[in-house]
């Protein structure tokens, strides 16, 4: 399935939605409040932003953000768990009220549902094994690369191919992170297209397949997901996201998992 029937279907949801229950401004706030709990979508098949650790516990980056917002916010948290494709549905049916999910910001997103202000980037690498292997996109030309369906990484991965008009790549999507890691690891693929966190979950799992960082392709603000239009909850968002990230407490979290400090263009 291509991004375009993605998005097209996307918006028939969002469309569907609106023709059913009117066109009524979201306030998501006011409801959160109101029921005292904040229903936070996250992905747990996406280590460090969210995953299972060895004990069984749900652990991640995204989800101490979402705790660090139930708490501000002063509501219980309720944990929806997503995956790639199904956070923006999530969002336009009320699963979720808003999706922490290593959720990157594009201008297709944006189309459909809103973001909160950015509060970190992840970069996008191609990968495959050995070193200078592949220089730039024109390289994957009559090459096969995974990626996981309707993440960033697939949409980079297309832009950069139309914008420099490559031809006969063959792009092998799975249904999500985990699944394209599994395919890597295993040796069913050998060339694939990820964010930062997945392409270091491979290398490590698979030290002897000698795969090394490629090329990047680009690199994408990672936001908090929330309905569109929904200026309460929107304002609410960046005025948080800026808050933590002056006093410290994001960049915390993302050095805890990735032991990094935060990329300096988020502040």
């Not at 090459?143 to 991965?157: E, F, Q, Y």
């Not at 909850?233 to 050095?255: E, F, P, R, Y």
Request: glycine share 6%; net charge neutral.
């Amino acid at each position: 399935m291509t991004f375009k029937s993605n998005l097209k279907g996307l918006l028939t949801i969002a469309l569907a939605l609106c023709v059913t229950t009117g066109v009524v401004r979201a306030d998501t706030l006011s409801d959160i409040k109101s029921r005292g709990t904040i229903n936070v979508g996250i992905d747990f098949t996406h280590p460090p932003y969210g995953m299972i650790d060895k004990n069984a516990v749900q652990t991640g980056t995204d989800l101490d953000i979402a705790r660090l917002i139930a708490k501000d916010l002063g509501v219980k948290l309720n944990v929806v768990p997503v995956n790639g494709p199904n956070r923006i549905p999530f969002l336009l049916t009320g699963k979720a009220d808003i999706v922490v999910a290593s959720f990157s910001v594009t201008d297709e997103r944006k189309k459909v549902i809103g973001f909160s202000r950015a509060y970190a980037t992840e970069p996008i690498f191609v990968v495959a094994p050995g070193k200078n292997t592949l220089k730039d996109v024109t390289s994957l030309s009559g090459k096969t690369v995974a990626t996981a369906r309707g993440t960033t990484a697939d949409l980079d991965l297309v832009a950069a191919i139309k914008d420099k008009n490559v031809k006969d790549v063959n792009i092998v999507r799975y249904l999500d992170e985990a699944t394209e890691r599994t395919a890597v690891s295993s040796g069913q693929q050998s060339i694939f297209v990820a964010a930062l966190a997945d392409a270091l979950a491979v290398k490590q799992a698979s030290p002897d397949a000698n795969f090394e960082y490629q090329f990047q392709v680009a690199e994408d603000p990672l936001a908090i997901g929330l309905k569109k239009d929904d200026a309460a909850m929107q304002g609410w968002l960046d005025s948080w996201v800026a808050s933590n990230l002056q006093n410290g407490k994001l960049n915390a979290i993302w050095k805890q998992y990735f032991g990094i400090d935060l990329s300096r263009s988020v502040y």
